[in-house]
């Protein structure tokens, strides 16, 4: 089987980039093994939230000039971050997602143990915080549902009060989701999102907010609708009388989920292939050049293409693994930034900045995958298995992927 250009991995990294190529009228495929980190993220972007010595940024486009020279950033110019992420933010509008931020100061979400955190760019429904000294609204209806436990409303009450709105908390909920209760396992975000999927729920739910709700200015409720699209969110949004707007939860993350299947639909209508469920397991590398790539599914397959793309994450996604040895890159067994002596890779407290979550694979200044100290001349990285950052610790996770899967997909 041939493509013009194969991208492993089917997270944010690998469909950016595919959805760049395939409009570009390349013949794309993303093999992905399974389900990406954008099923545990929040809904919001970010570029850069806290600079090195940990400081909120108010303008990330400004303060990523004093990052360190390793953080990826720089492989795709600092200079050019801005108009990446802008392009990145015009496949969401495309691909149907439409949001707030995305200009040159950051906005705050709150974290559903109910801090705030910076970020860049967040889904149009989440609530986002302009400035914690002016929320705007005093009164507000906090909504939770009974026996779901992956949004603490005691912590998120705390949070709402420490802005200084006063928070009123109603339970709701409609005869399918008390049905799922009697077992715990199906009270998860993505399980009630399916069953909020339908107009009659949602226009129960709707209706019990608004008697819930006449002494708020606004409602907040989990993000528990619109699992694979937006319009079940546009609708409640349009019946509820109240500006309406949604927390993140706990994962995994329906706004997540949604954007990855917004994407990934995108991607689709241009032409691309999307293999869910299949792993690259290796593939042959000669003379400095990969020739095809095996798949679990297709054994007995070789998939070849003129360019690869490696966006296969970090440790959570397998694209990195580590044993007692050594860290390494399963799939090619590429350079990696990580040093032999595995008494560097962590520090002894869990709070210090852990090393091993700057580790990535080695390239060169053209994104081209090292092995063996050489550059593989058609591989290029992109995304969270690059390193060089900690995206926990900075928040600039999303932007990495952002502007690097659309760096590399120039250099095709
Ligand atoms: C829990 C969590 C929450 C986060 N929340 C946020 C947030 O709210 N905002 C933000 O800006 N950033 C957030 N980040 C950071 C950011 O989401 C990640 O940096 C980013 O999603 C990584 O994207 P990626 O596409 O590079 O990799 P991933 O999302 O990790 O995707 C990698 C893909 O590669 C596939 N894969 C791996 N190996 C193979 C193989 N051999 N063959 C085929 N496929 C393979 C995986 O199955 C997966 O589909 C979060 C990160 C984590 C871990």
Redesign the pocket.
């Known amino acids: 089987m041939k493509f013009d250009n194969i991208i ?7 469909l950016l980039c595919g959805i760049a190529l395939a409009r570009e009228g390349r013949h794309v495929a993303i ?8 099923h ?7 570029i850069l939230g806290y600079d090195t010595g940990g400081q909120q940024v108010t303008n990330p486009f400004e303060a990523i000039h004093a990052l360190d020279a390793k953080h990826p950033y720089h492989l795709v110019g600092i200079d050019n971050v801005p108009l990446l992420a802008t392009q990145a933010l015009r496949i969401f509008t495309e691909s149907g997602l439409s949001g707030q931020g995305g200009m040159t100061h950051n906005h705050f979400r709150m974290t559903p143990t109910g801090s705030l955190r910076p ?1 860049w760019f967040s889904l149009d429904d989440y609530l986002t915080v302009q400035d914690p000294e002016s929320f705007p609204y005093r009164k507000v209806l906090l909504v939770s549902v009974p026996g779901f436990m992956d949004f603490p409303v005691s912590l998120v009450t705390e949070g709402l009060r420490r802005l200084g709105a006063q928070v009123e908390t109603a339970s709701m909920s409609v005869p399918s989701l008390t049905h799922r209760r009697q077992s715990p396992s199906e009270m998860r975000s993505a399980n009630l999102a399916k069953v909020l999927a339908r107009d009659k729920k949602l226009q129960q739910v709707a209706a019990r907010i608004n008697k819930a709700a006449s002494g708020a200015e606004a409602v907040i409720m989990p993000a528990i609708v619109g699992l694979d699209s937006q319009e079940a969110v546009e609708f409640i949004r349009g019946r509820v009388q109240k500006p309406l707007h949604f927390l993140s939860t706990m ?1 995994p993350s329906v706004p997540g989920v949604r954007v990855q299947t917004l994407l990934r639909k995108h991607f689709a209508s241009l032409g691309g292939v999307y293999m869910l469920g ?4 290796g593939g042959r590398i000669k003379d400095g050049h990969l020739h095809f790539v095996e798949t679990s599914l297709l054994p007995d397959e070789r998939l070849e293409a003129d360019d690869f793309v490696l ?4 440790f ?4 990195l693994k580590a044993n007692y040895e050594r860290v390494y890159e ?2 090619f067994d590429l350079d990696t930034t990580a040093p032999a002596d595995r008494m560097q890779w962590v520090s002894p407290s869990v709070f210090d900045d852990q090393p091993y979550m700057y580790y990535g694979v080695r390239v060169n200044a053209s994104m081209q995958a090292l092995k063996g100290g050489r550059a593989i001349s058609n591989l290029y990285a ?4 690059l390193g060089g950052h900690n ?1 926990a610790r900075q ?1 600039d ?5 952002m502007v690097t899967a659309l760096r590399v997909a120039q250099r095709i």
């Not at 492993?8 to 690998?14: A, P």
């Not at 545990?40 to 970010?46: I, N």
């Not at 299949?278 to 397991?281: A, L, M, S």
Request: charge should be negative.
């Open positions: 492993i991995g089917g997270g944010l990294s690998g093999i992905a093994a399974g389900q990406s980190t954008l545990f993220s929040s809904g919001s972007f970010d970020t994962p299949n792993t690259v397991t966006a296969t994450g970090s959570a996604s397998d694209g399963p799939v992109a995304g969270a298995v995206a928040a996770g999303a932007g990495v992927d």
